[in-house]
């Protein structure tokens, strides 16, 4: 509709030059019309040539506009749209429209849109859209589901505001992120249904998660073990062995086959064995299994050969009996249960070997290492038993731990059946890569040096890994951020406390992103050993809510960022004490420009007005447009004498310049200092100071 409205502008002004030009002949070579009409074709003329130029301008916008919007749609499975309130249609991208189940379709109603939302959020999607932002001027971020595939995409919208502070549409991304919610949903499912307990804790070692096998065997529930730390479920004897384990834990980043005995809620012991994992998320991610029957097992057949076979043959686990030869002699029941084969099978030590390791490279291999396991064992030497994939006589494969007991001349073992957590733990470090190559992770030790960057940090801001580790953590930020907001950061961080906000950053190339951080301090034994800092990009986001700051005209602050500015800088005053200042002023019968030269040689003074003032300022300084030909420039960390100076400066700067079509100006310039009765109140005493000004002769800085 958009399209055509413009294709019907065009035809009509056509239409008018064509008539113009007739007029025209006639007058000139016949003189058979009147002077009247040919006025009044004049005027027409003049009119057709101004609404020309008005166009052309707004294609010049709207193609600045496609152009943000296209790097934006660049990025990932992101689509823009851009809704208009004069004509209550929709006009989307292609990703957009894709998304939506629209097809080709790009210009489409505001009931069409609504209508491809899927039935019961329709009523808070239009709310949301039309209600929330269109009406009220306030940002938003939704998500919601399609009608047609039930994909879910998140909305973030902003108002566009016109000249008179109206809103005239909203635009704003669309974003699909069903794949992303599927992969959380699966992995949620996978925590929750494995039949290992597992466990998720903080770096003091407080549980943050359980899933539900943890809860059966520790016979506490979720709510209950949040209050606790692991060391409270651990008994007394193993506390020492426990801590030694974190220890190394801490400096290997994983440790597996731990064996300790835990607390039950009802005051009874289970026999566990724990595999814990270091989490890119500074959590620890403990995979526990009961295994009080194997201990059970294993100190019986220690304690009396007599029970052997019952006991053997009773074992939940695969076990196999051999001679001092390591020939088979004897497997039970769940060995054959679980890899199919039988005694017989295994005539001689080689054929268990060629069965088991069909591969001869894997079989060698593995064969080696049993050998030398086995060799630690018969010598009383602690080793850790072995893992190894076997083929079992279905040609199925199961991840076996081997574990080899001596037993006066005859040797058991036992096979511990891990498939199961070794398919959780590999789809655990998918997660764990996942989270590497997309989350922007950074840890640093107590003096904010960096220890370890994520994959995706490196790729956003250019740098190899080996170039960060050792360096501030700080370096990449903005000097903005480090003059402005890095004292509260660190203020807030050391003193134990969490921060979050969004931090100006600086790329090894030297361009700007922006990140929504989260930074806490980690703790070790109640000690701060470092930090944590996790962020995502949001750098598309800033650059829309710049937009939405910057005045259409100059290319300056607008009044909406000056009252953010005013606001957060008062705050500053009251917490540090920080005095700052502001200069507000306007140009001098700047009406008669507009009235001698047109609006149009106006809009150009104020422009270049904008670019002198900007030029001559500090880069602290912020420089905005407060409303008209009114400008304001608060100068941070400025008293009342050091804005007066800078106010005589510009007032001379403006007096000296040549602005075009109309040469000399003036302006008038008022000045007041920050004090505990806020910001309003200094804003009105640089009002008034400036209304001095005029009243005093003009061109002139009162305070």
């Known amino acids: 509709m958009k399209k055509h409205g413009d294709n019907i502008l065009t035809l009509l002004l056509l239409a008018v030059f064509a008539s113009g030009g007739v007029v025209a002949y006639f007058f000139i070579y016949s003189r058979q019309i009147s002077g009247d009409l040919v006025f009044y074709f004049s005027g027409l003329l003049v009119f057709a ?209 731990f064996e300790k005995r835990c607390i039950r809620k009802d005051g009874t012991f289970v026999s566990v064995q724990m595999n814990l994992t270091m989490l890119p998320n500074a959590t620890i991610m403990v995979t526990t299994r009961d295994v009080s029957e194997i201990k059970v097992y294993r100190d019986r057949l220690e304690d009396s050969e007599k029970h052997l076979r019952q006991l053997f043959e009773a074992s939940p686990i695969p076990l196999c009996l051999i001679d001092d030869r390591s020939k088979p002699i004897l497997v039970n029941k769940m060995f054959t249960e679980i890899f199919g084969y039988e005694l017989g099978d295994m005539d001689a030590v080689k054929t268990w070997w060629n069965l088991a390791f069909p591969d001869e490279g894997y079989r060698n291999h593995s064969r080696d290492r049993w050998k030398e396991y086995t060799a630690k064992i018969i010598k009383g030497e602690n080793a850790h038993p072995i893992q190894a994939t076997v083929t079992c006589k279905n040609g199925m494969t199961k991840e076996i731990v081997f574990l080899y007991s001596v037993i006066d001349d005859m040797g058991i073992i036992a096979f511990y059946d891990i498939t199961e957590r070794v398919e959780s733990e590999k789809r655990l470090q998918e997660y764990i890569s996942i989270v590497d190559g997309n989350v922007l992770v950074v840890r640093s030790d107590e003096n904010a040096d960096m220890t370890s960057v994520s994959t995706a940090f490196c790729r956003l801001f250019g740098y190899t890994e080996e170039e960060l580790i050792g360096k501030p953590a700080m370096m990449i930020n903005h000097e903005e951020f480090l003059r402005d907001v890095q004292p509260i950061v660190m203020e807030t961080i050391l003193s134990g406390r969490i921060w979050n906000g969004e931090i100006k950053k600086v790329t090894k190339s030297g361009d700007i992103v922006w990140v929504q951080s989260m930074i806490q301090p980690v703790f070790k034994n109640g000690v701060r050993t470092g930090f944590l800092s996790i962020s995502t990009d949001v750098t598309d986001k800033k650059r829309i809510e710049i937009l939405s700051v910057t005045d259409k005209l100059t290319g300056i602050y607008n009044r909406i960022r000056l009252d953010e500015v005013l606001s957060a800088e008062f705050v500053r005053f009251k917490r540090y004490g920080q005095s700052y200042s502001v200069i507000m002023f306007d140009i001098d019968y700047f009406k008669k420009v507009n009235d001698t030269y047109g609006h149009l040689a106006g809009d150009e003074v104020l422009k270049s007005l904008a670019r002198l003032v900007k030029q001559a300022i500090r880069e602290s300084d912020i420089f905005g447009r407060w409303g008209g030909e009114e400008f304001l420039v608060i100068c941070c960390g400025t008293d009342i004498s050091g804005a007066h100076n800078l106010a005589e400066k510009l007032r001379q700067k403006v007096e000296m310049f040549s602005f075009p079509a109309v040469d000399r100006l003036t302006c008038s310039f008022g000045v007041a200092q920050v004090d505990d009765s806020g910001t309003d109140n200094m804003v009105k005493r640089a009002d008034e100071a400036l209304y001095r000004a005029k009243q005093n002769g003009r061109n002139r800085v009162e305070i």
């Open 49 to 257: 040539i101004l609404v020309l130029f008005l166009k052309y301008r707004r294609e010049i916008a709207n193609k600045k506009l496609t152009a943000v919007l296209s790097i934006v749609e660049s990025v990932g499975s992101i689509g823009s749209f851009e809704l208009s309130m004069e004509t209550e249609n929709f006009y989307l991208s292609d990703k957009s429209a894709s998304f939506l189940g629209l097809g080709g379709k790009k210009d489409v109603s505001s009931l069409t849109f609504i209508d491809a939302v899927a039935e019961d959020e329709r009523t808070s999607v239009y709310d949301f859209i039309f209600v929330q932002c269109a009406h009220f001027g306030k940002n938003i971020l939704i998500y919601f589901a399609t009608a047609k595939d039930k994909r879910l995409l998140k909305l973030t919208g902003v108002p566009v505001f016109c000249k008179k502070g109206t809103v005239r549409g909203v635009q704003g991304l669309l974003e699909d992120v069903t794949e992303q919610v599927k992969a959380k949903q699966e992995r949620e499912m996978l925590f929750r249904q494995s039949r290992d307990g597992i466990a998720i804790l903080d770096m003091e070692t407080y549980f943050i998660d359980v899933n539900g096998a943890y809860e059966l065997m520790t016979g506490y529930t979720r709510d209950e073990l949040l209050s606790k730390s692991c060391f409270e479920l651990t008994h007394e004897d193993d506390l020492s062995a426990t801590m030694e384990m974190m220890k190394t834990l801490m400096a290997k980043g994983y440790y597996d086959m």
